[in-house]
């Protein structure tokens, strides 16, 4: 039941005010964010009407619709008033957790108190953070190296995706690029804290990291998740303090293009690239992922039915990575029948999330027939 809460509802405006979302009250409802939500194609998730509920007080605080958005920034692309929706909603999560107002997924709660003791989503021990690349002799940071290599938590500490970052360091050791990694030293960006509403975790770890870059003269990371970049680039003090953060399909890129990267083997496969919300819509990096696809000998790139801005999110934004989601409301399923649609034999990626989403959504009937690879895996291999 929709009930008016005086007071959660006074500290939930003045959040929203705090995170720039006076652009609220432009809605003047015309639907175009609840038409552009990728959940159409599963299930209703009303937009439109939650953020009119906000408007008039009138919030449901106990509701599940406070948690479904994947902040994929849809919405946001389509509004004609510059509603920042995304803001909303992370104003209401974050009343719900500093407040109590409501309930918080079990998951997620475990993966907040997981990041608050452990300083990844995971829960593991921080020394183990760098096990991934032992086997490929990275070496640690120190200062004067090149560039530091960010491979986040989930390519840190998840087996089944730790393969993006060996690949990543392959790739630059091949290249004979400097480089090295934090281990211990770093934390999770703070993302998920952020986005799931626990604004004082997330700046938390937002001091360590950047004490950590700052302790290590640190000035040049390349990154493997487009959350981290997002993140690096507009909500940590980067700029200012003179550390500039690059994507690994950026930065490879680069190297393809002065002839560091070279090829010697063709992969003769028909791929589809799914463009990341957080690298493509949010950050507006679409041609350096494709342009390096589109490199390698012998690959033929395909495009399925929604990509660059209009590209379908994996379903794993917003926190929704660490939820559980039930088979048959699965984002991840709708865009592998896109690239199987177009006759892909593999789906390129280039975020962590992504790859853990897809391999855990998707039925082993649609693995046989779809093979997963991050963009830095083709690459190594074409080398």
Known sequence: MVRQIANPYKEAVDIVKEMGGEALRLCYQCGLCTGACPWNALKS?????????????LVDFESEDMWTCVTCGNCVQQCPRGVEIIDVMRAMRRTIVGMGVGPVPDSLRVTMKN????????GEPPEKRADWAQALNVKPFSNGTQLLYFPCCTTAYDSSVSRIGKATATILQKAGIDFGILGSKETCCGESARKAGDEELFQRLVQENTAAFAENGVKNIVVSSPHCYYTFKNEYPMAQNGVQVMHSTQFLAGLIREGKIKFSKEIKKKVAYHDPCYLGRHSGVFDEPREIL??????ELVEMANHHENSICCGGGGGQVWMETKPGERLAEVRAEQALDVGAEVLALACPYCMLMFEGCLTQDVLDRLELRDITELVAEAM
């Open 294 to 299: 589109s490199s390698i000998p012998g690959l």
């Open 115 to 122: 990041l608050a003791g452990t300083g990844n989503p995971w």
């Open 45 to 57: 998730f009303p937009v439109r009407k939650l953020i009119h509920e906000v408007q008039l007080g």
